[in-house]
């Protein structure tokens, strides 16, 4: 099924039935790595534009592309691109589209992805604008938890940490609202609590959420979402010293609970590695299942799904 959009940009821009054919084509897509890959995509380029630091979202962007039989080329860096030099985003983009039949940027500032795909000729796909959104974050968030738990509709989710300048929680939380009865609990410290920008929108679509700065309140749920204090947006450094560890999951929290607990990666600590041996710790698994989520998206906007 097509999708219902051409740029992916943000997750407020997914309906139900989009959420629902990418769910239906990553599950394929596990199939089809099982199966030693396909020939989908032979032919077609993704240009893989990352100007903020990342691991996870870029290989996994690049693995997708290549489980699909298709190539890819990078510029990484923004000291190493035309950008630094002073070119537009517009102008990066129109290039990149020369080259490439899809794109994917990751940027340090919130709006460019919006800005490329005003002008991208080709797919384009934001994989984090600064404290904005990580659109394919929360689909392989979401793809993990309908996968763990068997079922959205319904589920109680705990998100923890810098709910404030994590762009995951952010587009999560959006796409969670297309679903039945999702519930919140938001575990933070004062000063990084959800923005108004995510809490209106869970005050307009009547979505329970609760805000504490306690973990243990947020235990007693389906899915226990870490993150990590994003020390790259802090202005002051002795703020984030202060804020960086007020949350750290142990085993002894998680062990006797059916609760999932999940993380974007990387953490920086939030997680005791004691927790990785149990049942419970589902964010390596989370990892694997965004390659699945972006086959998808990529076989899905260019239209070969
Ligand atoms: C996240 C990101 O970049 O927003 N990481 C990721 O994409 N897996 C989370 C983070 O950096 O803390």
Not at 87 to 103: P, S
């Amino acid at each position: 099924m097509p999708l219902s959009i051409q740029h992916l940009t943000s997750t407020k821009q997914l309906t139900r039935a989009d959420t629902d054919a990418i769910l239906k084509e990553s599950a394929k897509m596990e199939a089809v790595v099982a199966k030693g890959g396909s020939d989908l995509l032979k032919g077609k380029i993704l240009a893989s534009l990352f100007y903020e630091p990342s691991t996870r979202t870029r290989l996994s962007f690049e693995a997708a592309m290549l489980r699909l039989g298709g190539d890819v080329i990078t510029a990484d860096g923004l000291q190493f691109s035309s950008l630094y030099k002073g070119e537009t985003i517009e102008d990066t983009i129109m290039v990149a589209a020369q080259y490439a039949d899809i794109i994917c940027m990751r940027h340090p500032e919130q709006g460019s992805a919006d800005q490329a795909a005003a002008i991208s000729p080709v797919p384009f796909i934001n994989a984090g604008d600064g404290p904005g959104q990580h659109p394919t974050q929360a689909l392989l968030d979401l793809y993990t938890i309908s996968k763990e738990r068997k079922k959205v509709d319904g589920i109680h989710i705990t998100m923890v940490g810098d709910l404030l300048y994590g762009r995951t929680v952010h587009s999560l939380s959006f796409l969670l609202g297309l679903y039945k009865d999702v519930k919140f609990t938001l575990v933070s410290p004062k000063e990084l609590k959800m923005p108004e920008k995510v809490t209106s929108f869970y005050k307009e679509r009547s979505i329970e959420f609760t805000e504490t700065e306690n973990l243990e309140d947020g235990l007693d749920a389906d899915v226990i979402y870490m993150t990590r204090v994003q020390k790259e947006r802090f202005e002051n450094k002795d703020d984030y010293e202060r804020l960086k560890l007020k949350y750290i999951l142990e085993a002894k929290h998680v062990k006797d609970r059916d609760i999932t607990v999940l993380h974007p990666l990387p953490r920086v600590g939030e997680i005791s590695t004691d927790v990785d041996a149990l049942p419970n710790a589902a964010y390596f698994r989370q990892v694997q299942n965004g390659v699945f989520v972006r086959m998808a998206l990529l076989a899905m906007l260019l239209q070969k799904s």
